[in-house]
């Protein structure tokens, strides 16, 4: 069954310090992958996305991303949180051909201390 | 580019009557629209995909009586809650896909509704 997995519920992270939000994919598919975020009460911004060429995709706000396709894995990277980064981080999975359904993994919500 | 609005962006009504929730493509056209559903704290679960001009495609388990999705131009999708029970209380988003656009599978999304029925 297609599925994504954010195996982390809740991060809290000291600003300044680097940051790694991972995602795991189960896709029969090949996939096109996405990161969004979420402020509380508020919709999706996208942050990046893949889908296809070089395997390290850089997003805004000075988000990166990694698409591993040997690890089904698509793990976000900044390399210095600010306080405002945060909110909730979602990855989702989309299958081309498809009508674009996306799959959505649960969520990580992040914390930064002062 | 790409943005997306709802309208209303929160919504409190009594039990048993409608709601329309209006979804709009600001600055382009689309042809796919999709409407999800996020419960408190969790992730957001696909309810419907709404194509113009044709009927909606629902996900197993959505009642398509009780959320009715009209996708009558390229600029506007609605989803109309019928009969709203204090169940349906969630965060209803809706996002569009630009089929123009340079990564047509990019979804955008909009801002949410908030629905709290008493």
């Known amino acids: 069954a297609q599925s994504v997995t954010q195996p982390d519920i809740h991060i809290t992270v000291s600003e300044g310090a680097s940051l790694e939000l991972r995602c795991n994919y189960s896709y029969g598919a090949t996939p096109y992958l996405f990161w969004y975020v979420q402020s509380p009460g508020q919709g999706l911004q996208l942050l990046l996305k893949?889908?296809?060429?070089?395997?390290l995709v850089q997003g805004i706000k000075g988000f990166e991303a990694e698409f591993k396709r040997s690890q089904s894995s698509f793990n976000l990277r900044k390399p210095s949180v600010h306080w405002s980064d945060a909110a909730e981080y979602f990855c989702a999975v989309g299958a081309w051909g498809s009508q674009g359904n996306l799959i959505f993994g649960k969520g990580t919500k992040l914390s930064v201390k002062p | 580019g790409a943005v997306v609005s709802q309208h209303p962006s929160w919504v409190i009504c009594k039990s048993g009557t409608s709601v329309k929730i209006e979804c709009r493509s600001l600055?382009?056209?689309?042809?796919?629209m999709f409407w999800y559903r996020q419960f408190p704290k969790q992730s957001l679960m696909l309810m419907a995909t709404?194509?113009?001009?044709?009927?909606?495609?629902?996900e197993q388990g959505v009642e398509k009586d009780k959320f009715l999705i009209n996708h009558a131009s390229l600029t506007l999708s609605t989803l109309t809650v019928t009969s709203a029970h204090p169940e349906d209380s969630s965060f209803y988003i809706c996002?569009?896909?630009?089929?123009?656009?340079?990564?047509?599978?990019?979804?955008?999304f909009g801002p949410g509704t908030r629905l709290l029925v008493l």
């Open positions: 996002s569009a896909r630009d089929p123009l656009g340079p990564r047509q599978e990019t979804q955008y």
């Open positions: 709404s194509n113009e001009g044709s009927k909606a495609t629902y």
């Open positions: 893949y889908f296809s060429g070089d395997t």
């Open positions: 600055d382009f056209q689309a042809t796919t």
